[in-house]
């Protein structure tokens, strides 16, 4: 008989019915894994949006008050698309209550605040997991396991990049995302995560970092509550907020294995729609891939007298892991939200075979280590070593 889990989303915008879509999946997906995730309850602060959410996704129960989710018996895991503001203390609530708890990246709004949520769940013994869903992509994990059998030889370089054009329009709404009270930091915490966690999946931890940040667009119309999402745009005439967080985040980066290389990332650069992408080269190869391109990727590999010494394309397909879960053969894509259904249902995994999951909100924290280099950097103008955060 399949194993349920009870599951309880706070937070209904985008990424929530994302969530939720993706748990509904699982069983069709993943049948051989035997887990039926049962939606039980579902919260927003716009009641419409909650209410919408249990008429057409199935949950069985909405509300507007959070802590009716973490307080329902049958909630074993809780899922936090919030707003990064409330992280801490929806995580904390959830611990305290015994419920494991799969949060969005960041993780909070600052490195600090990240360091001392990944405490509470620590302490409480929970299982945790993190939005970092990139790294389910098959063709990622194909390449990183190039990396480890060795196929690529030893790291020389990488570089990783986050390119999205959602805030490049100047009329783009003043969402969450570009206050620094509910978001903390800008596209340091939102893009930069990222590529930092595939960073650590591919090459390992980062040893120091010299970085620089930049706001393009200082001021934006306000939204209207529960009205479109942070690709809206506002309307001529709309009052207009501050932006107080950066859209720009540059970074050097040295390895602890001794690999350079390169982070960069931008919300209002024009051009790139959403290129969050990585290059690895190491002493016997050489890997590239673009999300914009996500079912497939560039591989060097040279033998010993080859005449064609150059890049191949790669196409994805059901010999990558969890390919064939989506689809069957090769060059048959998969999408973004196919990603979510690999991340939860690796999660629920973790639970039923009662192992951490990867990524939890340690590796959470691992990235905010790096992030609050990059912060002391653009301060200092220096390179900053990547240390340890308090409340550990």
């Not at 716009?46 to 509300?63: C, I, M, P, W």
């Not at 931890?205 to 009205?227: A, D």
């Not at 673009?290 to 080859?306: A, C, K």
């Not at 900053?384 to 955060?389: F, Q, S």
């Amino acid at each position: 008989m399949p194993t349920t889990i009870g599951i309880g989303v706070i937070g209904m915008g985008w990424m929530g019915q994302a969530h939720t879509r993706s748990y509904l999946q699982i069983p069709l997906r993943f049948p051989e894994g035997d887990i039926m995730p049962r939606l039980i309850i579902c919260a927003d602060n716009v009641e419409e949006r909650a209410d919408q959410a249990k008429a057409v996704l199935g949950f069985e129960n909405s509300t507007t008050n959070w802590q009716k989710v973490i307080e329902h018996p049958d909630v074993k895991v809780v899922n936090i698309t919030s707003p990064n503001n409330l992280h801490g203390e929806l995580v904390s609530a959830a611990a305290a209550a015994g419920k494991h708890v799969f949060c969005e990246k960041p993780v909070g709004r600052t490195p600090e605040e990240t360091a001392q949520i990944a405490k509470t769940t620590r302490e409480a013994g929970i299982k945790s997991g993190t939005g970092f869903n990139y790294r389910w992509t098959p063709l990622v994990q194909h390449t990183r396991n190039l990396i480890q059998e060795g196929k690529l030889g030893d790291l020389t370089h990488y570089q990783g990049r986050f390119f999205s054009m959602y805030g490049s329009h100047p009329m783009g709404q003043f969402s969450w995302r570009f206050d620094s009270d509910l978001a903390g930091l800008g596209v340091l915490g939102d893009l930069m995560s990222h590529v930092v966690d595939l960073a650590h999946m591919m090459a390992g931890p980062v040893k120091r970092v010299c970085s620089q940040s930049h706001t393009f667009i200082t001021e934006r119309p306000l939204p209207v509550p529960g009205r479109g999402t942070h690709y809206s745009l506002g309307r001529l005439g709309d009052p207009m907020g501050e932006v107080d967080n950066e859209d720009y985040v540059g970074a050097l980066v040295e390895f602890a294995n001794g690999a350079r290389g390169s982070f960069e990332t931008s919300r209002t650069i024009f051009g790139p729609k959403c290129q969050f992408s990585f290059g690895v080269n190491g002493t016997k190869g050489a890997a590239s891939w673009d999300f914009e391109r996500m079912n497939e990727m560039q591989l060097y590999m040279p033998s010993d007298g080859d005449a064609d010494d150059g890049y191949m394309r790669v196409l994805a397909g059901d010999n990558y892991p969890h390919h064939g879960n989506f689809v069957p053969g090769s060059g048959n894509g998969i999408g973004y939200e196919d990603l979510k259904v690999i991340e939860v249902y690796e999660f629920l995994q973790s639970i039923i075979n009662d192992r951490q999951h990867t990524p939890s909100l340690e590796d959470a924290l691992r990235v905010a280590e790096v992030n609050a280099a990059m912060v002391r950097s653009w301060r200092s103008g220096k390179w900053e070593e990547v240390t340890p955060l308090g409340s550990q």
